[in-house]
Each structure stands twice: as structure tokens, then as C-alpha cells.
């Protein structure tokens, strides 16, 4: 029996495909599923790495946003978002829907107060979805107008060290910098 043009030629002396080229030795697969291992396990540890530098970057986009909140209500107002100063009883949601509803106006949600590496936050949300919560506590100033310019103070501080370096502050000239180091550069 013949198969014409490249095909399996049987006759004298063969009896099918060469048993050399029939398949992978063992070592040949382990090799190749360590190699697949090792890879899979290199994107795993990138992609973690990547998805928080995007959850700093998102957060120190948000910090710039509020500078520009707070800026549009300076010059708006004439002042910096005045709290009551007679209530007694300031609970964190009403403290922060006070922000929130100052600064919204200028384009400052209540996503804008949440850094997306903040935890925490994502477990209060599930607890209470009509309250409000934040990750950047504002430092409050008088009224005076020139207050919040006048001395290097940070107009915005996160709560916590989300992102390995200290807590970010944003700084009244719209930089933001990292508590470890708050005054590198200046």
C-alpha cells in the first residue's frame, strides 16, 4: 500500500511513523510546565503591582481634584467650608457629608473623598450605604481668606498609609506629598 506525494509509506521494512518523533520524554513536560509556572507566577506578582500603582495614581488624582474644589470655593466665597462650630455632635458621616456637600458644587463627589486603596472604607460602605466616608480628612482654617495660603500647612491628609510610604497630604500649592518625607524638595 502507497500513499502518493509526502505521505506514510508502507511496505518493505516499515511499519508506521518513526517512534522517535511520536511524542515529549518526561523531563520534556516538567520542564515545560516549570517554565509555565514560573511565568504564571511572574504575572500574578506584576499585575498586583501594577494595580496598585493605578490605585495611587487614582488617588492622587482625586487629592488634586479636591485642591480644585477647594480652590473654586476660595475664590467663589471668599473663604475656606465653614463647619458649625456650635455642634457638639459630629459624627464621621456627618462630618464627611458636610465635605462632601461643600465641595460638590466644584466637581467633588462623594467618590472624589474615597481612595481606591482604602479597605476599610469598602467595609463601612457595606454597612451603611446611605452614609458618607472618606479617606482625606481637610484641616478645617478660619474664615480669614488667606488663611489656607498663608502658612505650608496640608489642606487634605489621607487616613492612613495606603500606599506603603506614609500618608499623602495635599499641599496648598496642589502638590502632594508622602508624610515619611512631607517637606522633600522644598
Not at 57 to 75: G, P, Q
Not at 109 to 115: A, K, M
Amino acid at each position: 500500500m502507497r500513499v502518493q506525494k509526502g505521505g506514510w509509506h508502507g511496505g518493505k521494512g516499515t511499519s508506521g511513523p518513526d517512534p522517535r518523533l511520536a511524542g515529549l520524554s518526561l523531563v520534556e513536560v516538567l520542564v515545560v510546565v516549570g517554565l509555565l509556572l514560573v511565568l504564571s507566577s511572574l504575572v500574578v506578582s506584576i499585575s498586583s503591582t501594577f494595580k496598585k500603582r493605578a490605585e495611587k495614581v487614582k488617588c492622587i488624582s482625586h487629592m488634586r481634584t479636591l485642591h480644585t474644589a477647594f480652590t473654586a470655593h476660595l475664590t467663589d466665597k471668599g473663604h475656606w467650608p465653614q463647619m458649625d462650630e456650635n455642634e457638639t455632635k459630629w459624627t464621621e458621616s456627618k462630618f464627611f457629608r458636610f465635605w462632601i456637600q461643600s465641595l460638590e458644587p466644584y466637581g467633588a463627589g462623594p467618590d472624589t473623598w474615597v481612595c481606591p486603596s482604602d479597605k476599610l472604607f469598602l467595609e463601612f460602605r457595606e454597612v451603611d450605604k446611605n452614609a458618607f466616608f472618606g479617606s482625606y480628612v481637610p484641616t478645617p482654617f478660619d474664615k480669614a481668606p488667606g488663611t489656607p495660603l498663608r502658612w505650608n500647612q496640608p489642606w487634605v491628609i489621607e487616613r492612613g498609609d495606603f500606599h506603603g510610604k506614609g500618608s499623602h497630604m495635599l499641599m496648598p500649592d496642589g502638590s502632594i506629598q508622602e508624610s515619611q518625607n512631607p517637606f522633600f524638595g522644598r
